[in-house]
């Protein structure tokens, strides 16, 4: 009997284990260089509270490798790699803040990483490595030059604006919860410079965060296509603004097989949708009358009859009971003043079985 019981408790634990999502990120930044070490450790900071908070929002565990200062080298990567243990639903993901080449005779399209002490460590052969890991959808992207010559100058660039509020919504399920395959990206074409500032980072960097916070926060539907075009459109304003038009474009690769969707009662209202209905509601800049009209129109369309609505104001860690849903859209009507935005908290949202919102949790920015 007992040896049943303790077949159970390891069968229990090896399914737990199999099916535990994470999600694990590999950054390495030459944070060190006397030329690109700040921008580099800007790029660190950034992109690893960016991995963070998709993680958090789509409720996998987070798991980061940095590599830095003495780590910073072949030897270094190699031996993080080789180490790394991958389930076959976790995602992976390799980012490069540094220096980056390419030569007369390299034959792929990718940089090579500048690593102390190697020459021939390519960002297409870090990839591959990783992909063989096994995880269901790996993920290289490197932020560095892929010219003939090392960047000697770096460019001013203003500081960028970056706010997202990271919940879980259609645009993180699509890129990362429902692809499967993998993503090579580098910030350069062949023969170009990656350009970058010391207090912002990296300039593509910061494009790909702009444009997940564009999609967050505004785009209906997305692939890792237009995700990845709109990120080097953005970077095509970033180097036309400072004069350096034509000089940096971004390079891709996307394979990727469908992944199986998740199985739902029915569709769910879009979270964009509601982003932007409740935030029409808040403004006060148009007529009182036509978004009294747009709030009759939808409020069923949105919401059960006996919807609730759990309220925050700026923070989400004070502990506010819900309030009825009717009063709360009216407060939003009357009032709109009071809010300067309005973000929709789905992953602490309560749906019914066709769709609609039971209970809505919203942060509001006063």
């Known amino acids: 009997m007992k040896v049943r019981y303790l077949l159970f408790i390891i069968f229990c634990c090896?399914?737990?284990k199999s099916v535990a999502q994470t999600f694990r990120v590999i950054i390495m930044a030459d944070v060190k260089d006397p030329k690109i070490g700040f921008s580099c450790t800007r790029d660190l900071?950034?992109?690893?509270?960016v991995f963070h908070k998709?993680?958090?929002s789509l409720d996998y565990q987070y798991k980061s490798i940095v590599i830095t200062n003495k780590n910073f080298s072949k030897v270094g990567l190699e031996k993080t790699i080789n180490e790394l243990t991958v389930e076959n639903q976790d995602v992976?993901?390799?980012?490069?803040?540094g220096h980056g080449f390419t030569s007369p005779t390299q034959i792929s399209e990718f940089p090579v990483l500048y690593l102390p002490d190697s020459e021939e460590t390519t960002l297409e052969a870090i990839h591959k490595k990783l992909k063989s890991k096994g995880a269901r959808l790996s993920i290289t992207l490197g932020d560095c030059c892929n010219n003939l010559m090392l960047a000697n100058q770096m460019p001013m660039v203003k500081p960028l604006q970056f706010r997202s509020i990271f919940v879980e919504n259609d645009i993180l399920r699509i890129l990362f919860k429902d692809s499967k395959g993998d993503i090579l990206i580098?910030?350069?074409k062949k023969g170009e410079r990656a350009l970058c500032h010391t207090n912002t980072g990296g300039w593509y960097s910061s494009a790909w965060q702009e444009a997940l916070s564009h999609a967050q926060n505004s785009n209906n539907t997305i692939t890792w296509e237009t995700f990845l075009q709109d990120a080097d459109r953005r970077l095509q304003d970033k180097v036309k603004f400072e004069n350096q038009a034509g000089k940096q474009h971004s390079n891709w690769r996307v394979v990727l097989t469908n992944a199986k969707p998740e199985n739902k009662t029915a569709a769910r209202v879009n979270f964009s949708d509601m982003n932007r209905f409740l935030n029409t509601l808040a403004d006060e800049s148009l007529?009182?009358?036509?978004?009294e009209k747009l709030l009759s129109q939808k409020r069923n369309?949105?919401?059960?009859?006996e919807a609730e609505a759990h309220e925050y104001v700026n923070i989400i860690d004070n502990n506010m009971s819900p309030v009825d849903l009717d009063l709360f859209l009216d407060k939003i009507?009357?009032?709109?003043?009071l809010i300067k935005q309005i973000n929709v908290v789905e992953k602490l949202s309560v749906f019914s079985k066709d769709g609609r919102y039971q209970q809505i949790t919203v942060q509001e920015i006063r």
């Open 14 to 16: 090896f399914l737990q």
């Open 45 to 49: 900071a950034a992109m690893d509270s």
């Open 54 to 56: 998709i993680a958090y």
């Open 92 to 97: 992976l993901v390799f980012y490069y803040s």
């Open 186 to 188: 580098c910030s350069a």
């Open 287 to 291: 007529d009182y009358t036509a978004r």
């Open 301 to 305: 369309l949105y919401f059960m009859p």
């Open 333 to 337: 009507l009357v009032n709109p003043s």
